[in-house]
């Protein structure tokens, strides 16, 4: 073994799956297994009370899903990950592992629409309660912070809005009120941005977004970046005996690596929202390509940005500084929005992002439709915005789509008769 | 030598054999006793607690000073010391004084005196690192609980640290 610093393309084709030490495999096993055989009885004992590393059963951990951990871990440059069944697991779990029943949490207003919703209806009926500000209004976040207040919850380019947090100034605000900044960087992925290094604490994702890469597989993972300390008595969940686990104090026994233990071993445990091994190595796969992919995913962005700020039918285009997903709106409204979808061949009508496919939708009808007004305003989405996630095809094949598309959407009745 | 890199830490866990644990708690929420119980389910290191206040932990005896220690044992390879940093001169010099061949300060485990007092006498030093984490990186370990081993290669594992 050579000290040596690896590359961003080197990690992610190569960490957390080094050749399988039984059979050399050089490719990661899937293992499809339910639970693992214990060796002696002392063995097992030494297991279930957390004195040493290894696999009980598949709903705690599992070694391909570890894989796809570890990789997750240092792509992001955290001290460790875990993986779950969905994006909104994910998300789920990590406040459920600094919150109960009377906390609060702060959140930015400028976030996934099916996110407000888990914060202002499922946290809320579990006794959590959200409040919300906008993402670049630092005085209005800190004006929601009580003593309350367990996490400040922010994306790096809000969804559908394109907002970029500013994350260091987000960090810096949560660590004076004491509490770690929670960052879902989907729509980045860590090629474009590792928030970490800007000072959160913790990173979500929806791995079915550009971690999976083609649009196959569901998935979420947390990483943490071990650096926040959970002792000050803000976090009794951590710093005080747990009853769910042998009265263990987890920021006494495990150090940094308190909340990742906590996270894993109670909830995910008791939550069961784990990641299968099948899915975690489409998501090992997804990853080799990752900075090829998201290279290409910028690079026909910009050029379908372009294409759509020369054309007549776009009112406007809202596209962040960084990534491939954006919004334009078109003119006609919410009805030459909905022709506009209609007579598209190409891109794909459905609701995700992050696909080599190229994807369309209109979020007020769709993603965001369980919002009020009020709530879709506060979200930055106009009601004839329509998002793009542009994919990895050629470019003269999207704006020949989009032009045939954007002329029909102006046809108005006309083309309603002839369809 | 101060040991800075994983390869030195890894190349040291792997040639030592005997471990003192100067510090180590029989008290199961203390992070010692969770170092100094993982590393017996390693079942590779002859182990021993240094703790005037206990008789043992878990059934294995525990000596007052690593002078008691090493008179009947000999020199270990490594003494992992898990206290103050104010107080850990003393250990770094009756360290030198039984022969042992490094000296481990865990996470916080910070004082200049005392390193450069060990790595004068040709000590190898580890500095502000868990004995745990280091052994669990270079074994599997960590990498089996999806925690960031750094570890990039291609070659098979032979590893035993």
Redesign the interface.
Known sequence: MQDHDFGFATRAIHAGTPPDPGTGSRSMPIFQTAAYVFGTTEQAAELFQLRSYGHIYSRISNPTVAAFEERMASLEGGLGAIAFSSGLAAQLCTVLALAQAGDHLVSSQNIYGGTVTQFTVTLKRMGIETSFAPVDDLAALEAAMTPKTKLLFAETIGNPSGAIADLSALAALAHKHGIPLVVDNTFASPYLCRPIEHGADIVVHSATKFISGHGTTMGGVMIDGGRFDYGSGRFPLLSQPSPGYHQKVFTETFGEYAFLMRARAEVLRDVGAQMSPMDAWILLLGLETLPLRMEAHVRNAKAIVAFLESRPEVEWVRAPQMGSIFTFGIRGGREAGRRFIDALELWSHLANVGDAKSLVIHPASTTHSQLSDDEMRKAGVAPEAIRLSVGLEDVDDLTWDLSNALAASQRGALAETAR | MILT????R?ALLERAKSIAVVGASNNP???SY?VF??LR??HRFDLAPINPTIAQIDGVAAYPSLTAYAHERGAPDIVDVFRRPSEVVPVVQEAIAVGAKAIWFQ?GVINDEAIALADGAGLDVVVDR?IKVES?R?N??????????????????ESTA
């Open positions: 890199t994983p390869a030195q890894r929420l203390r992070p969770t119980s993982y389910t390693l996470y868990c669990a270079f599997g370990g960590l990498s089996m609980t999806g925690l960031n081993s750094g570890i990039i290669t291609s070659r098979k594992s």
